[in-house]
């Protein structure tokens, strides 16, 4: 009944989608998705759903969906290449991958029954959901910009001030440190759903063994943060310190829509803040920042891993934080937003996996209140904020840390104790007393 009604659900978010995005003469996530059966789509997150789907196949299984996969795309590429087509963005690998998954819904629904089925559609659903998450938030960065034509950006960059600015250092910093640094943090930045697939995949590495999924993973998360973020995109719209106050990336922000050209060199004035107007193009994907939620929930479910995946978790966490600050993709307090954004979904999700309890209710509700009231005070008190950083700057860290202090005391609480720790020691006996005649003596294990 649960996958069924996240079926419906995810089906109801892509037909609104694919109607809006109709609305203003481009392609919805459906389209693209149909599109990606034939044209040449981008490779990443079809492989990376095909690898997915695959935790619930046997090895042997496995080794064949590739092989197919690869076969299909190797025939795409010729086909492509006789005739003169154009590749996308120089990509031309990945119909293999969805042609794969679409054959293994079909095997499900006429090859398996009962409890084979379902596991195999599962696992369908969950590569699916991976490639549909990305288009569907491509049409929403798309819808951004063309439904929200001005920009909170000034109320933002001055409640900023109550955190020093961040990004105006980070970005000198990473200036400093030349091409090395650049190259560096753009890998992080650009592969974080790679970084998820490896942890969703150690997660999932029993699936094909045990013949079901985890009650509680990683893709829950991920997909959970890309659901609801967008749609606080639509209620705080903010493009980000470099196309505010910078020149932008890309060619797609620009000088001469930007309030100021001073990032990453000058700090803005504190004065009065108002809307501005920003062009049709630049996503409005600021507030809060879901490369920090999502780069928090992969160090949240990389912590029961091995020590190298726990290394890497940690990794990718502090170096997307300085990505987005040091590339000027965001404010100090969009991360802060991030955090508690991240906490307050993941923490919603494992209270529905075991049970809601009193305590998970008032975590859930408090990480609500707090991001509510991080928004509100962005949007009615930059000015105040800014004057006094001495003191809204340490509140805000302190709403977060107590999200982040409620979240680890609550889960502690609810993690599931393994079964050799739940089974009572057997009484170590007392040898000094005594015992009734004709009765032997216990001996001490």
Not at 214 to 221: A, G, I, K, M, Q
Not at 237 to 243: E, K, L, N
Not at 371 to 389: G, I
Not at 416 to 435: L, M, T, W, Y
Request: hydrophobic share 50%.
């Amino acid at each position: 009944m649960l996958w069924a009604a996240a079926a419906v659900a995810a089906l109801g978010v892509l037909v609104t989608l694919e109607i809006a995005a109709r609305h203003y003469g481009q392609p919805g996530p459906i389209t693209d998705q149909v599109n990606g059966l034939v044209f040449a789509p981008k490779p990443g997150p079809l492989y990376g759903g095909l690898a997915l789907m695959m935790v619930v196949l046997t090895w042997r299984q496995r080794f064949i969906a590739a092989g197919v996969a690869i076969g299909i795309d190797v025939v795409f590429v010729l086909v492509r290449w006789a005739v003169g087509a154009e590749m996308t963005d120089g990509h031309f690998f990945g119909n293999g991958a969805l042609w794969v998954m679409l054959g293994c819904a079909v095997i499900a629904v006429t090859r398996r029954t009962g409890r084979e089925r379902v596991l195999l559609l599962k696992g369908v659903g969950l590569g699916l959901l991976l490639v549909a998450g990305r288009k569907t938030g491509d049409t929403w960065l798309f819808l951004t910009s063309k439904s929200r034509p001005a920009v909170l950006d000034q109320y933002v960059a001055t409640a900023d001030h109550a955190l020093g600015n961040l990004s105006w250092p980070a970005g000198r910093m990473l200036r400093a440190t030349g091409p090395i640094g650049t190259h560096l943090l753009h890998l992080v930045y650009a592969q974080l759903a790679v970084a998820a697939v490896v942890v969703a995949l150690y997660q999932l590495r029993n699936v094909a063994v045990e013949r079901r999924f985890p009650s509680h993973h990683l893709v829950r998360t991920f997909l959970v943060i890309g659901l609801l973020g967008p749609a606080i995109y639509m209620i705080f719209p903010v493009v980000g310190p470099v196309f505010a106050y910078g020149p932008g990336a890309s060619g797609t922000g620009g000088v001469h829509w930007a309030a100021a050209n001073l990032w990453p060199d000058t700090p803005p004035p504190i004065h009065p803040p108002h809307p501005m107007p920003y062009d049709e193009i630049t996503p409005r994907n600021c507030m809060p920042s879901l490369h920090t939620a999502w780069a928090t929930a992969i160090f949240i479910h990389s912590r029961k891993g091995p020590r190298v995946l726990r290394g890497a978790g940690t990794f990718w966490l502090v170096a997307t934080l300085a990505a987005t600050l040091a590339f000027g993709y965001h404010y100090g307090v969009d991360l802060v937003a991030g955090v508690v954004f991240a906490l307050t979904i993941e923490a919603a999700l494992r209270s529905l996996d075991r049970g809601w309890d009193r305590s998970g209710i008032q975590l859930v509700v408090h990480g609500a209140t707090v991001f509510t009231a991080l928004l509100v005070s962005y949007r009615c008190l930059p000015l105040q904020m800014a004057r006094h950083p001495l003191v809204f700057g340490p509140l805000l860290i302190l709403a977060m840390t107590s999200v982040v202090h409620g979240y680890i005391r609550t889960t502690g609480r609810v993690e599931p104790v393994p079964e050799a720790a739940r089974r009572p020691k057997a009484p170590i006996p007392n040898q000094f007393e005594p015992h009734q005649p004709g009765q032997a003596a216990e001996q001490v294990p």
